[in-house]
């Protein structure tokens, strides 16, 4: 069987009768890009095959122009585990796709592949590149690697080499292309009361986004959706632009944590000139799928203030 043929497309530059249906049976203007941002699949026991499934059935009708999958694609970076997540991702829509190691993709109690070979099976059914970049028409994604298999059990690392090659690439980007990051592990907390700890030196590492105007960081780890800015996290800093952060929940295992227990999700993401909206879904056995469950709004760059007049 082939792979499931990507759906119709509207036209991005659209006019009062190029409009798709969306999600919310609503008519909407088509976006300049639309992303299906999956997480923390967790191949092997916690997965679950009827929420897999209600992934695979969803995605075409979502219409995007790329995915992301931002890590823990297995549970114990198994050799099957990988084989199964390769024939998931198989399934899903024919687009452009980015892909990031989480910490449950490199062996925990396999040492020796652990110090010495950590992304080897990673490499051979998920992607040989780990730090990927994907030039779309409109946006500029940058994947980052922040597994740190020699130094951390399951938090990450990122290297300032990593922030070296983002800047360089961002330097170069197309004027109004949006600019993404996504790593597995997390730059800032989740609001709520759970122990999570960001990466070291994160607050380091965006404020080195924010000078590189990146607009969004997606990430995953965490295994419950938050959708924020960093300026809730890391106020004072660059308080004129902060950069939205979209964290998927587990979209496929019965690994969620917090308000997303026993929760699955994830987000679709769609950008435009002025303005980035993100829609969380959630999976619900009795609607035996996901369905919208939170729409954010956030405003792209700089606004310009309306011009004063006297009252
Ligand atoms: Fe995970
Ligand atoms: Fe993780």
Redesign the pocket.
Known sequence: MGLPHYGTKCATRFTATDLCRNEFTMLRPRPLIRILHLS?LHFGPPYLPEVGDAVVKIAPKLNADAIVVS??FTQRAKRDQFEQAQEFLRRLPNVPRLYVP???DVPLYRLKERFFNPHGLYKEFISTELNPVLFLEHAIIVGLDSTAPKSAI?NGQIFSWQLEATEKIFAEAPVGAARIVVS?HHFAPAPDTLNDRSMPQAKRAVIRFVEDKVDMILG??LHRAYIGNTLDIYPGVHRERGIVIVQSGTSTSRRGRGREREKNSFNVIDIDADTMKITHYMYFSSEAGFVPESQHLFPRGLRQLPAETDP
């Open positions: 923390d890590g823990d989480g910490n449950h399951s597995h995953g780890h």
